[in-house]
């Protein structure tokens, strides 16, 4: 089976702990076991039993999980290592060769290349940056037919940090409904939005939805590798007996810490944190942009921990980000990973004094051009 390789991925694989400024992670500044937890809790640890425990997951820690989705029970919750798991068991059990997927551009590009060495056609609609990174519904309605299995969307987006509004996820739904598909969200960004309160996940609007989240991005612990799956029991049932040929379960350890994250003034807490660094970075960035607002287009993202950006100047992104990670160790995301040359993608979670180093770079690399 051949597959493409997964370019955004790669690059950060490759170069992330060789470069002085990473500005490639699109999550949020990582805690320290020290930082999350009291010592009594580091304590409890030091006695878990280190077995497999559940292989779809602990009780408490699906329950927990459940309790974010309305009318969700444990059993419509599969714990996988990370989001990325998450999104290659659902699209596993999902597709057939010869199906077709209706997916939003751009996306983290995992379910992109993974969909189409399954054999599946996978039919891009493109968010519009005239539309402040907005969908055209009618360009999803004119993707749907009857070999449609899932609209897989990625809210809120990466790499534009846009979030779908209420109104608009509801005609999505619709748009299944009506051609006999599902909506599939992969939705690990969801809770660090930055003006706007928590928005709602594709479950609470549609009980046939199925979305992947996790704590490595809005909840800031990739080092956990804890995602999920919520989806109707039947989906679930099938995503777990696949996950026996993957990974069989996740780290028990992890798991027990995931539990307390979850706990709702704690999980708060944590995106309270988020938000509030991402604000401020946010502002720094935009001042940064606003020196040089000659070269540049950008519409703010909405959530998430990146920004995503166009320049005018005439040099290929990769090519750019290449020189600014050989001559200056940064490393960028180029827009070429999402086959969208001349933009950048830039992440916006980090501590600002090291933001504010990576910009320092990127600016005066721009003003040699
Ligand atoms: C949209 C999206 N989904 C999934 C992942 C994978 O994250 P993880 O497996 O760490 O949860 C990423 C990572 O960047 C992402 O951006």
Request: cysteine-free; proline content about 7%.
């Given at each position: 089976m051949h597959i493409e390789t997964f370019e955004l991925e790669r690059m950060q694989s490759l170069w992330e702990n060789l470069v002085e400024l990473n500005l490639t992670e699109s999550g949020i500044h990582p805690f320290t076991l020290r930082e999350l937890l009291s010592e009594e809790e580091i304590d409890e640890l030091l006695d878990?039993?280190?077995?497999?425990?559940?292989?779809?997951?602990?009780p408490d820690l699906r329950n927990a999980i459940a309790a974010y989705y309305p009318g969700a029970t444990a059993d419509n919750v599969l714990v996988t290592n990370g989001s990325a798991e998450a999104n290659f068991l659902a699209m596993w059990s999902m597709l057939e060769p010869g199906d077709e997927i209706v997916l939003m551009l751009p996306n983290y590009m995992q379910i992109w290349g993974l969909a189409r060495s399954l054999g599946v056609e996978v039919k891009p609609f493109y968010l519009r940056e005239d539309h402040g990174?907005?969908?055209d519904l009618d360009e999803i309605r004119g993707l749907v037919?009857?070999?449609?299995r899932a609209i897989v969307m990625c809210n809120p987006n990466n790499p534009t940090g846009a979030v779908l509004d209420h109104s608009t996820m509801k005609e999505i739904v619709a748009i299944a409904r009506d051609a006999d598909a599902i909506v599939y969200a992969d939705?690990?960004?969801?809770?660090?939005e930055l003006n706007s309160a928590e928005g709602p996940s594709f479950r609470d609007l549609d009980d046939r939805a199925i979305v992947a989240a996790g704590l490595s991005k809005a909840l800031a612990h990739p080092g956990l590798r804890i995602g999920w799956l919520v989806g109707p029991e039947e989906f679930i049932a099938e995503a777990w007996h696949r996950n026996d040929y993957t990974t069989i379960t996740t780290s028990i350890l992890s798991e027990h810490v995931a539990t307390k994250i979850l706990e709702p003034a704690r999980r708060q807490a944590i995106l309270d944190r988020n938000r509030s660094m991402l604000r401020e970075n946010l502002a720094l960035l935009q001042d940064w942009i606003d020196q040089r607002r000659q070269h540049f287009r950008f519409v703010p993202?909405?959530?998430?921990g990146m920004a995503f950006l166009h320049y005018d100047h005439d040099i290929n992104s990769t090519a750019f980000t290449t020189r600014l990670r050989d001559e200056r160790s940064l490393l960028v995301l180029p827009g070429d990973v999402y086959g969208m040359d001349h933009y950048l993608r830039l992440g916006i979670g980090e501590r600002s004094d090291y933001l504010l180093s990576g910009l320092e770079r990127l600016g005066q690399a721009f003003d040699e051009l």
């Open positions: 878990v039993r280190l077995g497999y425990g559940w292989t779809n997951g602990e990174w907005a969908p037919s009857s070999k449609t939705e690990v960004y969801k809770g660090v993202p909405q959530a998430g």
